[in-house]
């Protein structure tokens, strides 16, 4: 083996390479024929087919494996008997059953700078992880460790720290309700709660508005909602891609008469028209038209936008008391309506059509839209989570549905559409830096020992305190926290510095090649794995986006014999930590996973019958006091908000960046390298630009350019993208993350959320 000094420090980036750049043109209908021949192509190429399309079968049925792709709830009756599953739902289940063995030998021939020189897409290809690995001070590549060995290394490391907040326990998005039960369990007996989430980086902005204005960080509405809603709005999201089986919904609701707005600055295919794959005769017209009318907004215009629908409806309602808003509700359920409305009676309404980027005839006319509607629901996900004023850009949005009475009632409320399939049940399980005295409270009470009760780091203070060496030990359950946090280089000087990196991982990822001094790679049991454990076969719990917890049990052989279960590395690492400083009996909690439900019963609220309930096939739903409106948690009353909006002027040269994901990925898996639903073939360093500003900056189709971040003084750089013109507003740009999170400052983001504003870079562009 060659030594580190010959070896240069692994890419925390991928090769700025060009892969060979097709051009099509962007679709104007999601699904269809071609979705169904590329779930067949994923799972015949990249899975053994039988093991492939068996689990598709099962995908997403009752008392079946939940989905790993997206959180969209599952139909509570009846499912479709083909399968209830997308094509993305098909790509991420090939993607966990991928026929290669990233094992003990495949470490050995690549070294892990080596490892770094491949891009993310080739990374994702090197197949399921097999046994555990151990990179040692001055090595160059990672060996096999015993699981003993790695669990007592940990349980030393942290033992050994001055204080347990000197380690960081972050947690990605698709761990079970119990695994993530029990290794918050484990971490607040150890004694800190720096338990940073995926969720700071998604939702975060989300749960902080609602949680603020109807009492709750959840979404209000059932599946069942969207069959009886008359007007859906959909802001900043993608569902054709992201969440593809909404469309179905968004289908149903269409064929009961709701009508749709979409909010976004690209025209997206799933936003356009759908031809369901589930119904065969589907395929052979031009599909359910679904958007009525689509306001391409311009970045982070949302805000404004709100504020002039809102600032017509009031016009309105002046004029006829009661005809537009709901009254009852707003002097029976609401607080603060008389501030608010004095607030936006200063804004001026052609100004704010000039900050959104929408003609006043189309604010009119969506105005008079919601107007005439009583059952309005309003959908969004990161376009409107990941920017400076996203808090209150939602926190609008809940103003809007307030004064329509549109929450509490069926077929109306407010929709986060979730991303990690079990990222809302992680949250409910406790993983959270900064958990409630009444949280703390009933574990402390249920597990007889003293829990810390100061607030720990959320995922941007935990990359700081790793980069100013005041975090030493950083494990991730799940996730790929180099490539899915901001700043890349900044966020690896992080993991560099630590002492210890260790990440419970499926398939290998760029956190795996930049690491702290010492770094475990522990491989793990995915969705779709048999877990067998001392009292046999186990399932494991999740939530979905609408607050639904139901089992999901995977049938499938495991990969290698020497994977465990999350669960069961929990428990690893905490009896080796904790020796015999523990109130729990791990190797009990882990024997049956009825157990650890047990403890969930008694610790977390809403899971009466836990053991009982959860076998019940369709799941059962949690207690939602803004679905109930009783909104408790704000003294009975959902709360008005007044949200300054604040024109942010951009200089002549400047661009503002959206980093979003292609039809081809899941989040930082790479599944393929296209676009189709944008006609973006075989090349993701690319950037969305409008004619108009390419015409102004003198960049042609096919031009290359750096792309500059500009933030408080500080540029980064971004290297070698390819113009491609496309329809997007004025000043606006779109690439892709992870590509683009080098040029999201550590700084920058949303007030209060500490969501970092991956939507809302400022940048220039310098050709090359
Ligand atoms: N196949 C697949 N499924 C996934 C994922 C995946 O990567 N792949 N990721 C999962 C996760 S964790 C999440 S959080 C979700 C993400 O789901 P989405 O939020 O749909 O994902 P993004 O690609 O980030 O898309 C953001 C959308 O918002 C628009 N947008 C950007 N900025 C603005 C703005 O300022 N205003 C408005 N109105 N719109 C804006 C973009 O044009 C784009 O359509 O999907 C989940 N499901
Ligand atoms: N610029 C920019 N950055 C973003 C975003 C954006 O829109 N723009 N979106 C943000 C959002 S919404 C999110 S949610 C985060 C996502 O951040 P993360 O959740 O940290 O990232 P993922 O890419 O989903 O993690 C993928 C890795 O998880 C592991 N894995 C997969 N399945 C399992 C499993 O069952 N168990 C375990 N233990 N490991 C598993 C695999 O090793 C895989 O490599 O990224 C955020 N980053
Ligand atoms: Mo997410």
Redesign the pocket.
């Known amino acids: 083996m060659t030594s580190k000094e010959t070896h240069p420090i692994p890419l925390a980036q991928p090769p700025a390479k060009f892969t060979g750049l097709k051009l099509g043109v962007p679709k104007q209908l999601a699904a269809g024929m071609p979705a169904i021949l590329s779930t067949a192509k994923h799972i015949l190429e990249e899975t053994e087919p039988g093991r492939g399309f068996k689990t598709l079968l099962r995908l997403n049925q009752k008392k079946g494996v939940d989905c790993?792709g997206c959180a969209w709830p599952d139909p509570d009756g009846h499912r479709s008997t083909i399968a209830e599953y997308c094509e993305n739902g098909a790509k991420a289940v090939a993607e966990?059953l991928d026929k290669g063995k990233a094992d003990a030998a495949f470490f050995s021939k690549n070294s892990v700078y080596e490892l770094s020189l491949y891009s993310d897409y080739e990374i994702?290809k090197k197949g399921r992880l097999q046994v555990p690995m151990i990179l040692l001070p001055g090595d160059t590549h990672y060996s096999p460790i015993s699981w003993t060995d790695a669990f007592e290394l940990i349980g030393q490391r942290l033992r050994n720290l001055d204080s347990p907040d000197e380690a960081i326990f972050y947690t990605?998005?698709?761990?079970s309700n119990e695994a993530a039960f029990l290794y918050q369990l484990f971490v607040r007996q150890y004694g800190t709660n720096n338990l940073p989430d995926?969720?700071n980086?998604?939702h975060e902005s989300s749960g902080v508005a609602l949680t603020e204005t109807t009492g709750i960080g959840k979404g209000s509405v059932k599946l069942e909602d969207f069959y009886e809603t008359e007007l859906i709005l959909i802001l900043g999201q993608n569902p054709g891609t992201n969440h593809p089986r909404m469309l179905s919904a968004l289908q149903k609701a269409k064929k009961n008469g709701a009508q749709i707005v979409s909010i976004n600055p690209l025209k997206e295919a799933g936003l356009i028209s759908f031809a369901n794959p589930q119904h065969p005769l589907e395929m052979l017209g031009s599909g359910t038209s679904l958007s009525d009318h689509y306001l391409q907004v311009k970045i982070n215009g949302d805000l404004p936008l709100l504020k002039a629908i809102i600032k017509i409806l009031y016009e309105k309602e002046k004029s006829n008391p009661g005809s537009v808003f709901d009254l009852n509700f707003i002097s029976n359920k609401t607080k603060g309506y008389e501030a608010f409305i004095a607030s936006i009676e200063k804004y001026d309404l052609e100004e704010l059509a000039v900050e959104c980027g929408i003609s006043m005839a189309d604010l009119r006319e969506v105005a008079a839209l919601v107007a005439s509607k009583k059952k309005i629901i309003a959908c969004w996900a990161?376009g409107l989570t990941?920017h400076k004023n996203s808090v209150i850009t939602i926190a609008e949005l809940v103003n809007l549905l307030l004064l329509k009475g549109s929450i509490a009632k069926p077929g109306a409320g407010t929709c986060p559409v979730r991303?990690?399939s079990n990222?809302q049940g992680d949250r409910t399980m406790g993983i959270y830096e900064k958990p409630s005295v009444s949280f703390l409270n009933r574990l402390e009470q249920t597990f007889n020992f003293k829990a810390p009760h100061k607030h720990g780091y959320d995922t941007v203070d935990a990359i700081k305190a790793m980069q100013a060496g005041k975090a030493k030990v950083f494990i991730g359950?799940?996730?790929?926290?180099l490539?899915?946090?901001?700043d890349t280089e900044f966020t690896a000087e992080g993991l560099r510095n630590c002492d210890l990196t260790v990440h419970?991982?499926?398939?290998?990822?760029r956190s795996h090649l930049v690491h702290g001094k010492t770094a475990l790679i522990l491989p793990?049991l995915?969705?779709t794995d048999k877990d067998i454990q001392e009292s046999g076969p186990q399932f494991v719990s999740v939530e979905n986006s609408m607050g639904v917890v139901h089992s999901s049990e995977g049938k499938l052989t495991p990969p290698s014999e020497f994977l465990k279960s999350?669960c069961s590395i929990v428990a690893g690492i905490a009896k080796a930590t904790l020796q015999n400083n523990t109130t729990v009996n791990w190797d009990n909690m882990v024997s049956n996973y009825d157990h650890i439900r047990d403890a969930i019963e008694k610790a977390i609220p809403g899971f009466d019958n836990y053991n009982e309930q959860v076998r019940i096939p369709e799941g059962f739903y949690l207690p939602n006091c803004a679905r109930e409106g009783n909104f408790n948690a704000l003294d009975g009353l959902a709360l008005f908000t007044v949200n300054e909006f604040e024109a942010m002027p951009l200089d002549a040269d400047k661009f503002i960046l959206m980093?979003?994901?292609t039809h081809d990925q899941?989040?930082?898996?790479i599944y393929g390298l296209h676009d189709r639903y944008r006609g973006i073939y075989n090349e993701r360093r690319v950037l969305l630009m409008n004619k108009s500003d390419m015409e102004e900056q003198q960049l042609h189709e096919g031009d290359k350019v750096n792309i500059h971040s500009h933030f408080m003084g500080e540029i980064r750089t971004a290297e070698k993208f390819i113009i491609i013109p496309y329809n997007i507003p004025k000043q606006c740009l779109a690439t892709y993350?992870?590509e683009?999170?080098v040029l999201?400052p550590i700084n920058s983001y949303a007030d209060r959320s500490q969501t970092?504003t991956?939507?809302s870079v400022i940048v220039s562009l310098e050709k090359v």
């Open positions: 790993p966990e994702g990605s998005g698709r761990t995926c969720s980086m998604c990161m990941q991303g990690h990222v359950m799940g996730g790929n926290f490539s899915a946090t901001p419970v991982s499926t398939k290998l990822n793990c995915g969705r999350e980093s979003i994901r899941f989040n930082t898996t993350f992870p683009a999170n999201v970092p991956s939507k």
